[in-house]
């Protein structure tokens, strides 16, 4: 029996499920392997190219089990893309996969180990909005990426409380490591205990939400194994989404969920693209713009009353706000506008020239990204407008007003991480997650779920990032990738018209 508002697509088989949970497990069991073979363990250097992963201790091992093992976590998500056979088997086939990860050391990524020194220099007096962890005298510096040494931190006040407090808990490196791994399991949790209530406001079936936004090798290797701190982000952001698809238009629940939003903000930047939708959330009915100042104003005072307690709190004030400038400092191709930039160095480099193009070029999507911000949230109040005059039938009114703010939402984080200067696989997770929940149509869930699974195979255990290895060949294709998006849509547009 299907849940409600599901698409009919088909029942699972059972002996395609059984095939898929065991090979995912198995997948993340070999994952588990390679971290301990050749993850990101303190001592351990970070390789420079796929040579030197080969030549170190164990390297044929390590690749061969990460190879193998991501195919299998990829293959099996991707199998049931279209949908779990149920939510309650979602979720146990998730927490099943997570299991082998739990006891992984640091893996795909080194920057649990920024982490936890911007703790340390926090709780012994410095302030890491300022210097960077070598300059601060952290003594596990050499745990940390070499490019984020000498970076302030660009994190918020609240999740440098959360790794000072690791770190005096914890009494030292592997404490520290290991209560930040706490951390994001805590924000997993909390982002799975969100899930099902948002997706049934919104009309989507919890096995297909579930799996997809859980079932993720991102969730695994990254967030959970890698404890990276869009986790709990992640979970704060959902848990305010979810107070207000419950209690719109109540005073005291917009206060709620604005301290739930301002935290998810206190973590990482990238949360206050969702404030606009979250305001649309908000607002019960009747889409007036005075509605929406008044429910937005509830919402905004919880917001700004958190990130002012928490600077106040920890004395870090607003100087975070500098260390987002310094995030930009890697370029990769994986970001579509440092890809175009590199390109048209490349061809500025053949004709004698020296163009410099990816901060100008980056400069223009960040300008483009303000625009896209502002059509989506149009489109998406005035669409809630159309609802509120449309005489429907009032439950399908009910599911379409949160789907439209979560899916504005989830929109609003995809542009943001495709056109950010920077793009990492963990930052998939935040439209990942609101997509998944938002998205009724199953063929339409296809364009996200791609490429987070594409994503999935872009760092060895080490943390090493395979786009460091392919510089020129993924600028190449990722710009003539953005030609051929840029030009469908161009042809979809004249074609409206």
């Known amino acids: 029996m299907s849940e409600p508002g599901a698409v009919p697509d088909g029942p699972v088989r059972p002996v395609a499920a059984a095939l898929a949970r065991y090979a995912g497990l198995a997948g993340a069991v070999l994952l588990t392997v390679a971290g301990w073979l050749g993850g990101a363990l303190p001592d351990t250097p970070a390789v420079t190219s796929l040579g030197d992963a080969w030549r170190a201790p164990h390297g044929p091992a390590v690749l061969g089990c990460w190879l193998v093992g991501t195919a299998l976590l990829v293959g099996a998500w991707w199998s049931l893309r279209w949908g779990a056979p149920s939510g309650r088997w979602a979720y146990l086939t998730a927490g099943l996969w997570l299991l082998p990860l739990l006891a992984a050391p640091p893996l795909g990524s080194r920057d649990v180990y920024s982490y936890a020194c911007q703790g340390w220099s926090w709780t012994h007096g410095t302030d890491p909005y300022r210097v960077g962890v070598v300059a601060a005298g952290c003594p596990w510096a050499e745990s940390v990426s070499p490019i984020w040494r000498d970076t302030p931190a660009p994190y918020g006040p609240f999740f440098v409380l959360l790794a000072g407090l690791a770190v005096l808990l914890g009494g030292g490196l592997v404490g520290a490591i290991a209560l930040l791994r706490v951390v994001a399991v805590a924000g997993v949790l909390l982002a799975a ?148 930039g590199l390109v048209v160095d490349y061809a500025g480099a053949l004709a004698g020239r020296e163009p410099e193009a990816v901060p100008v070029v980056r400069a223009v999507a960040l300008a483009g990204l303000a625009v896209l911000l502002v059509v989506l949230w149009w489109r998406a109040w005035t669409a809630l407008r159309r609802l509120g005059d449309a005489r429907q039938r009032a439950a399908r009114v009910a599911a379409a007003r949160p789907r439209v703010a979560l899916a504005g939402a989830g929109l609003a984080l995809a542009a943001t991480v495709l056109l950010a200067p920077v793009f990492h696989p963990w930052y998939a997770t935040w439209p990942l997650a609101l997509l998944a929940v938002a998205t009724v149509a199953v063929a339409r869930t296809v364009w996200f779920v791609a490429p987070c699974a594409v994503a999935a195979v872009l760092t060895l255990p080490d943390g090493s990032n395979l786009a460091r290895f392919t510089k020129a060949p993924g600028a190449i294709l990722m710009t003539a990738l953005v030609v051929a998006v840029v030009t469908v849509a161009a042809v979809r547009v004249r074609r409206i018209r």
């Open 193 to 340: 205990l969100c899930l099902p209530g948002l997706a049934r406001a919104a009309g989507v079936p919890t096995r297909r939400a579930a799996w997809l936004a859980l079932a993720c090798p991102l969730v695994g290797v990254h967030l959970v194994a890698g404890a990276h701190n869009d986790a709990v982000g992640l979970g704060l952001l959902l848990s305010g989404l979810l107070v207000l698809v419950r209690r719109p238009g109540r005073p005291r629940a917009l206060v709620v969920a604005g301290v739930l939003l301002g935290l998810a903000v206190a973590v990482k930047a990238v949360a206050v693209v969702v404030l606009p939708f979250a305001a649309l959330a908000a607002v019960p009915g009747g889409y007036t713009w005075r509605a929406l100042l008044r429910e937005g104003g509830w919402l905004a005072g919880g917001v700004l009353a958190t990130l002012v307690v928490t600077s106040l709190a920890t004395g870090l004030g607003l100087g975070w706000v500098r260390g987002l400038a310094r995030s930009g400092d890697s370029e990769q191709w994986t970001s579509p506008p440092t890809a175009v």
